[in-house]
Each structure stands twice: as C-alpha cells, then as structure tokens.
C-alpha cells in the first residue's frame, strides 16, 4: 500500500466490499428490539474511554463480556429452530456446518461445534409442537444469562461425553446442577479440573467402565523419519505412565537444563539442593545386615545375569576361569547348557508373543512406562527442588484401607488408589500425619533451606502453587516461609507453604507487593495459605485461598466434608 492509501480506496480498486449487506428483517417488534440493541451498543463504543479511570474499564470489560455471552447462549436456541426448519438449505453448501460458516463468515470447523453445542443447550420441540428442555438445563441458563462462556459449556459437555452409561439419572442431574453453578465462580480450566475429581467420584475406580478398554486405547507410536531427519509421533497414555513422565520432565526440561545450543547441555540440581546433607527418608540403607541390605554396590551383578567374574572363590566363578585345568570345565558341556538356556527362552519367548494381544503402538507404550520406572527406581536422576526426582503420590487413609478411590501426584495428577499400590510396591514408603483439617501435626527445623521430608508434606497438603487460581503443581514451586526467615520467621512445616517461581517474587513489604498469612481457625478452611493483594487491587486487601490443587473444595460446600 503506497503511503496515504486508505484501506477502503483500496477495496474499491479490487472491487471487494467493504461490508456484507445488512440483512432485513420483517417482523416489526423484532425489528425495533434489534435497532434499538445496535443504537444503544452505537452510543457505547462512541464513548471515549482514555480519560476514564481503571476501575471503570474494569467495570466496563466485564459488563460487556456478560453481554456478549447472553448473546452467544441466547443465539443457539435461534440456530436451532434454523436447522428443524431446514432454513439453511438456501446456501449453496451441502452441509449444516459450511452453510452455517458461510454465513456467518466463520470456520467451519467452529461452525460444526457451534451446531452441536447448540442441541444441546437450547430449548427444543416435540413433534406435537410442545416445548422441550435442553439436555444441560441450568448450563443453558447460565449462559444465556451471561454468567458462564462457551469454554465452561464444553467442559461440561465433555464431563458427560466421557461419564460411563451406568452412572444414575439423579447422578447426572446433580452433577449438571453443581457444575453450571461452579462454573459461574470459576475459569474454565479450573472447571475442567473439579469435572474430573467430580467423575472420579462417580467412578472412584474406573469400575463402571471396562478397565481393558482403557487399557487398550493407551499406545505410543513413532513415524517415519522425514527427509529432515525429524520423526513425528503420537502417544495415548495411562495415569501410571504419567505419573513415571511428569517428574523427569519436571527436572530435565526445566528452562536451562539439556539445552543443545549450550556447549555442553547438562541437567543440573538446584543450588539450594546441596545443602540438604541430612539422611532423608529417601536415604538407603548400605549395611549388608539391614533389610534389603543385601543388595550390594551399584555395579554388583543382579540375580541371574552373568557377571563374567575369573574369581575362583565366588560361587560358580570355577566355569569362568580362564586358568582353571579342572575336566570338569569342559567348554562342550558349557556350550550345551547354554543351548539349552538359550532353547528354553526362546520357547518362552514364543509361548508368550502367542499369548500377546497387543498391537505394536500398545507394545511400545508398555515398554516406555518400563524403562521410566526403571529410571526412577534406580536414583540416579539427581534431585529437583531438594527432592530425588521421582513420583511423589499422596493418598487418605481410607481409600488406602479401601484400596479405592484416587490418589494425586507431586505433580498434580491423578492415578487409582490400585495402581498407586502397585507402583508402591517398589518404592520408598513415607507416612505425613495431618489432623482433620488436613494440616501436618508437626515438622520443624532450626535451618533456612526446608529439609526434603517438609517438601514433600507439603506436596501432600498444598499439592501446588497456593497463589490464587495458579495451576503449577509442587514440582514447578520453591518453599515460601510465611514468615520471612531473615525477621525472626522459623522453618517449621506450619509456616511453609508454595510458591511456584512466577508468584513467590510478588511477596514484598512494599506498597505494589503482596502478603501471605495463614487462615485461622474459624475460616471455612483452617491453616491455608491466603494471599492478600496490594491495595492498588483490592484496598481492603482481602486474603485468597487458592482451590484449584483442592478441586474437592469445589464440590463440597463444608471442609468436615469427605476428601475424594
């Protein structure tokens, strides 16, 4: 465009619109309803907002953001009656959603979601011409009234997309009623996240479904090697395998670690970790006499592998010495054990590939979920934040006596309480004792730097950020001392808490900083970490309890209330 050229002398030189032609409308109420809409949103934009305060922006956003979204939830019952009458046959296109694109000057792809939303949320007729209720009746209220966003509707609709058919009618109700009326108070991720501890305890242990299902739909596929030298790929899967994943990725693809542009990439443990010289509970016993002692230097030989030794002295080592001139060494007969061996394996082998079901993409996820928790067993990833680096799960008591229910991770996920035991079985064991308000009795230290033990207490109780609404889990957090260290504040577990790398430098005595405390016992929820703005945000400064890592909180009303 030449300089001094408008946008609109250029259309006209192309010979574009600039503007789609206002389509009439005959019926005269309509009409004047939607005219004096257009007038009045007319008179709104002309405002000139530069010399308005930020309280009235603020103001200003939301308001229109709830007129928008009435708009949009009001919109779908139109669209609907547009497809029964077949009114969008008209277009030239052969389907609902291109003809719905067209006219709207959308995506089709948006424009095919848009159509299935809406016959779901909007109001229907029977054939006898009587009204009908949505199929999420309090969900299409809400967004007709502005207060929820189409975001908040798919996750409701994804909730019962994925809900097994043999969850009961009033179930369904329920869980409809209390998840449009949280999603009035909640973002959508946040939803999202309370939809599926809501679903976990619709089906605390994936019974209402068939386990080999799910267990069939989990692979990890790798695609050709493009000419680039690049592979693509795609994965399906399980909680167990997650769990394994997140805690590596948690350390080696932190910003600055493995990176390739570096001279030499390495994966290097928080400063603050070395200092933590204490024995933990994730320290192993190296006495031969203890249990599970026995287990010897790293580079020992485990059962059943040949170790190569020419030690004469060690059990068997004779039939590997090299100078031994006994008969009995006899290379034959050496040779046809190891036939044998080799004969019985391979038939093992084939009795076992004939009983293999699993298609090379499942073969491939089992393997990957193998050799990660072999990683993690074995302790040589170093730490993270003063922690080994290894999944880090927390349970109740009862669903551990119950052996049901759910089970979260360091990192914010969630696995069965039966695959957590499965995983148990070859890991470290530790016990946090918290009171019925959820907070650890005690775990005290006279040292700055909060030891490992604390860490991952306060995994269990603040599982993540406790900043308001921030969605980082433990392993993406630093330790925060509620009351700072340097004036006289101690390093014990009640006044510790997270904050993940973004929140934790918003903490200050200065007039833009924000101030943490700890809730008192009269607060609905007792010995949380609250957040408390600056005045520039909120002059009274009221203290906020983050609920997201607590999604339980969401769904019930009272903390004496059970803890999916």
């Known amino acids: ?45 002309d405002v000139d907002t530069s010399m308005l305060d930020d309280a009235d922006r603020r103001a200003l956003l939301v308001r229109m953001e709830k007129l ?31 003809r719905l694109a067209s006219l709207l000057l959308v995506d089709p792809s948006v424009a095919g979601k848009r159509i299935k939303i809406a016959a779901k949320i909007a109001d229907g007729r029977a054939l006898t011409g009587e009204k009908l209720e949505p199929q999420y009746p309090t969900t299409a209220e809400a967004h007709r009234d502005g207060h929820i966003d189409a975001a908040h509707v798919t996750v409701i609709d994804e909730f019962f997309k994925d809900l097994p058919g043999s969850v009961d009618h009033d179930s369904k109700v329920q869980s409809e009623i209390l998840l449009s009326d949280l999603a009035k ?8 996240v309370a939809a599926a501890r809501l679903h976990a305890l619709l089906d605390p242990d994936g019974s209402l479904k068939d386990e080999k299902d799910s267990i069939a739909k989990c692979f990890f596929r790798l695609g050709r090697q493009g000419k680039d030298g690049l592979s693509k790929g795609s994965f399906v899967i399980d909680a167990e395998f997650r769990a394994y994943l997140e805690p590596i990725l948690a350390k080696y693809a932190k910003a600055g670690n493995c990176n390739p542009d570096e001279p030499k990439p390495v994966a290097e443990d928080d400063p603050s970790d070395t200092s933590n010289d204490e024995p933990t509970l994730f ?15 790293k580079d020992s030989a485990s ?53 293999d079901m699993r298609n090379q993409g499942q073969r491939n996820h089992d393997a990957m979920k193998a050799v990660l928790r072999q990683m993690l067993a074995s302790g040589n990833l170093g730490q993270h934040r003063g922690l080994p680096v290894t999944a880090v799960i927390t349970m109740t008591a009862k669903d551990l006596e119950t052996a049901s229910g759910h089970a979260v991770t360091g990192t914010g996920s969630l696995v ?56 980082r889990p433990a392993t993406w957090c630093q330790v925060h001392h509620l009351n700072e260290w340097a004036t006289g504040g101690e390093t014990d577990i009640d006044s510790l ?46 203290g906020m309890v983050n609920h997201y890592h607590h999604p339980q909180e969401y769904l019930y009303s009272e903390p004496e209330d059970p803890e999916p």
Request: with cysteine.
């Open 68 to 98: 928008s979204r009435a708009m949009y939830g009001t919109s779908h019952t139109w669209l609907t009656e547009l497809i029964e009458n077949d009114g969008l046959a008209v277009l030239p296109d052969r389907t609902n959603a291109s």
């Open 1 to 45: 465009m030449l300089s001094g050229e408008s946008v609109a002398g250029l259309a006209d030189d192309v010979g574009v619109a600039s503007a789609r032609a206002v389509l009439p409308i005959s019926d005269a109420s309509l009409l004047a309803a939607v005219e004096s809409m257009e007038s009045a949103w007319d008179s709104v934009a």
């Open 283 to 297: 320290d192993r016993d190296e006495d031969s006499d203890s249990p599970g002692g026995e287990s010897g230097p």
């Open 416 to 471: 069965t309480v039966r695959d957590a035991i499965r995983m148990a079985s070859h890991a470290h064991h530790y016990l946090a004792i918290f009171d019925d308000d959820g907070q650890a009795l005690y775990l005290g230290r006279s040292k700055r730097l909060a030891s490992a033990d604390q860490r991952i207490v306060l995994m269990a109780r603040d599982r993540g950020c406790t900043f308001p609404m921030c969605t």
């Open 185 to 192: 108070q909640v973002t959508p991720e946040q939803l999202r």
């Open 497 to 542: 808490t997270f904050g993940c790398d973004l929140h934790h430098p918003l903490v200050g005595d200065g007039p833009n900083d924000w101030a943490t405390t700890t809730t008192g016992p009269n607060h609905p929820r007792p010995g949380r970490t609250q957040w408390h703005p600056p005045e520039s945000v909120d002059p009274d400064r009221r």
């Open 303 to 355: 059962p059943g592998c040949d170790s190569g030794s020419a030690d004469s002295d060690s059990p068997g080592g004779e039939s590997g010495s090299p100078d031994s001139d006994s008969p009995s060494s006899d290379s034959g007969s050496a040779d046809h054990s190891a036939s044998t061996r080799d004969s019985v394996n391979s038939e093992d082998e084939k009795r076992r590939a004939g009983r």
